[in-house]
Nanobody, 112 residues
């Protein structure tokens, strides 16, 4: 089970920290990712992190602004989002990289 939280309405330039609590798997065995889907767009990955947390990858549009991290003791993956832009507005989802299941997502809206 994947439960995302932390979304909300923020002004351009602001920050949010998303969390995703994972249950039902050996969390530390799996790479994790954050995806987002804006209205009219396909769901796309924005960041991924290795099982140990030692390696992270980002889509170019969020590099230097977003940071993915994980706490294997708490079965949680995070997405710290800084310098938010209106184009970051989307529903954000976490995903176990190797499994095709999704949580309910959390809405992020960047608007003045």
């Amino acid at each position: 089970q994947l439960v995302e939280s932390g979304g909300g309405l923020v002004q351009p330039g602001g920050s949010l920290r998303l969390s995703c609590a994972v249950s039902g798997i050996r969390f530390s065995f799996y790479d994790m990712a954050w995806y987002r889907q804006a209205p009219g767009n396909q769901r796309a990955m924005v960041a991924s992190i290795s099982r140990s947390g030692s390696t992270a990858n980002y889509v170019d549009s969020v590099k230097g602004r977003f940071t993915i991290s994980r706490d294997n003791a708490k079965n949680t993956v995070f997405l710290q989002m800084n310098s938010l832009r209106p184009e970051d507005t989307a529903v954000y989802y976490c995903k176990v990289v190797t499994f095709n299941s999704w949580g309910q997502g959390t809405q992020v809206t960047v608007s003045s």
